[in-house]
């Protein structure tokens, strides 16, 4: 369905390793990026980890002029875009600009500079709030300061779907191109960290550690939630005689996607993950892949005992006595919960599965759960030849996403 659409760049901000080298050699050598946080006091929480991007320094991407307009979110998304224009060896001018879009997927990146902007307001009085916090109050925003520092004209969109974000914001920018609207995307995700989403997530109860230990430890029988990620993934996706005609090195091809939303109850996994199994069953459909051409699945597994259960269930319901036969593992037990990025960061882990011959370990996994019973690569990446990649994105808000990569011949 996809095959005319293939990635030919890619830039990578991960809490375990900023730039594709070293986050694919982290992910080889199942190197955590999950630590104390730093940017702010967790003394009042009973968490204190997160997988915060600890080294990042923004002028070394974007320099230092106008670097005070942008929040964090906006700094990482643009550092990424960087690099996968780079990456991409693609030249963006007055002649090709219109030819180009960005979409990205975000839902949380805007919440401490609305919740800074109204403390302001509240306590200071509305003449004498920050101006400079408004423009990134607006969930677009680093959508936005993409174009405006690459000087990219196709189009702009912002998907926030929740946890499917990515892969929903992939679609949308593969529907452009397959309508001939436009011949190139930057897809993006990102989520910052802030006391904000991190102080909610922690009351919700959604936060490992408070009730068992603090620790990523996906299809692990003593998972006890998440642990929240940060950073940004961006990728170029091509029409592909277009990547051919301007000489681009290819990647991987775009070979099917799906989505569903459950439409069950908000904050409520649906119990028989009807809508992740759609996707799947859609993605399939539309890559014309047999069951045994599957090499390897992303899991969206994030430590929460029922996402887990739930996934390794679809998965089996889907792919019947051919689920033992297929390597699954989740690279949130090395880089945390980044919701809306998550996707994103599947997706260029995936590549780097498939260019370096590895597939990225389910790390911190010791004791078995009889409800989660596949291959789950435990604790060491594996040596082996990578065609083909399913990516699941799926949460408790009902949006579901599937995704099949396929490695370029």
């Not at 890559?287 to 996934?311: H, P, T, W």
Request: with cysteine; glycine share 10%; charged share 25%.
């Amino acid at each position: 369905m996809d095959n005319g659409i293939v990635i030919t760049g890619l830039g990578v901000i991960a809490p375990n390793g900023i730039g594709k080298d070293k986050f694919w050699n982290a992910l080889k050598e199942g190197k955590s990026g999950i630590k104390p946080i730093k940017r702010f006091d967790t003394k009042a929480l009973k968490c204190s980890q997160a997988g915060e991007i600890q080294d990042f320094k923004p002028e070394d991407f974007l320099g230092k002029k106008g670097l005070r307009d942008l929040d964090r979110s906006s700094r990482l998304l643009c550092s990424a875009a960087g690099m996968a224009i780079e990456d991409a060896g693609l030249n963006i001018d007055h002649t090709n600009t219109d030819d180009i879009g960005v979409c990205t997927g975000t839902t949380l990146s805007s919440l401490w500079n609305a919740a800074e902007f109204d403390k302001g307001s509240i306590q200071d009085g509305p003449r004498f709030t920050d101006p400079s916090l408004f423009p990134g109050t607006v969930m677009s925003a680093a959508s936005s300061q993409v174009s405006i520092k690459y000087n990219i004209q196709g189009f702009n969109t912002t998907i926030s779907t929740g946890f499917s974000s990515s892969i929903d914001a992939l679609k949308y920018a593969i529907d452009f191109i397959k309508l001939k609207r436009i011949k190139a995307v930057l897809v993006g995700g990102v989520e910052s960290l802030s006391p904000v989403n991190y102080t909610a997530f922690n009351r919700l109860g959604y936060m490992a550690g408070i009730n068992g230990e603090e620790i990523s430890c996906p299809f692990d029988k003593r998972r006890n939630g998440i642990i929240v990620g940060e950073g940004a993934a961006v990728v170029v996706i091509e029409d592909e005689e277009y990547a051919k005609e301007r000489g681009a090195i290819i990647y991987a091809r775009v070979n099917g996607i799906g989505n569903h939303f459950d439409a069950f109850k908000m904050g409520k996994y649906h119990p028989e993950a009807t809508g992740l199994k759609e996707s799947m069953k859609e993605a399939m459909k539309n890559s014309k892949l047999d069951v045994s051409e599957i090499d390897y699945i992303g899991a969206s597994a994030n430590s929460v005992s029922e996402q887990d259960r739930l996934e390794t269930k679809a998965i089996k319901d889907v792919y019947g006595k051919y689920a033992y036969n297929i390597p699954v593992s989740s690279i949130k037990s090395m880089i945390g919960e980044t919701f809306s990025a998550g996707g994103l960061f599947q997706i260029s882990a995936s590549i780097g599965s498939m260019y370096k011959g590895f597939i990225p370990p389910t790390v911190n996994y010791e004791v078995r759960d009889d409800e989660c019973d596949l291959d789950y690569v435990a604790n060491r990446s594996r040596i082996t030849r990578i065609n083909n990649v399913l990516i699941n994105n799926y949460g408790p808000g009902g949006s579901n996403a599937a995704f099949i990569l396929s490695k370029w011949n």
